[in-house]
Nanobody, 123 residues
């Protein structure tokens, strides 16, 4: 079993930055690919970014490409999401998730989920 705990969410003005962290405990962290998803009120959960187990490949939704950066530190069992140039439409609960697959950008492809952290971007 794996437990995930996100942190770093909060309220920020448009154009600002936040760095989300996701600490994992339990089974071997480095064996999993990881992803960040988000869910805005009234909308479905959507893929934001993913990273392979080695960190060698990263993936982004078009809506965040060039603004967000995902990284991981397997020694610390932690994955990060650096979010720059935030927009009001980035407002959502952000979830980190682990997958046994080499890569997944779908909710169904993830095996473990954190409880989420709220990001609010104001005008």
């Amino acid at each position: 079993q794996v437990q995930l705990a996100e942190s770093g969410g909060g309220l920020v003005q448009a154009g600002g930055s936040l760095r989300l962290s996701c600490a994992a405990s339990g089974r071997t962290f480095s064996s999993y690919s990881m992803g960040w998803f988000r869910q805005a009120p009234g909308k479905e959960r959507e893929f934001v970014s993913g990273i392979t187990w080695s960190g060698g490949r990263t993936y982004y939704a078009d809506s965040v490409k060039g603004r967000f950066t995902i990284s991981r530190d397997n020694a610390k069992n932690t994955v990060y999401l650096q979010m720059n140039s935030l927009k009001p439409e980035d407002t959502a609960v952000y979830y980190c998730a682990l997958s046994r697959l080499p890569y997944s950008d779908s909710v169904a492809g993830m095996d473990y989920w954190g409880i989420g952290t709220l990001v609010t971007v104001s005008l």
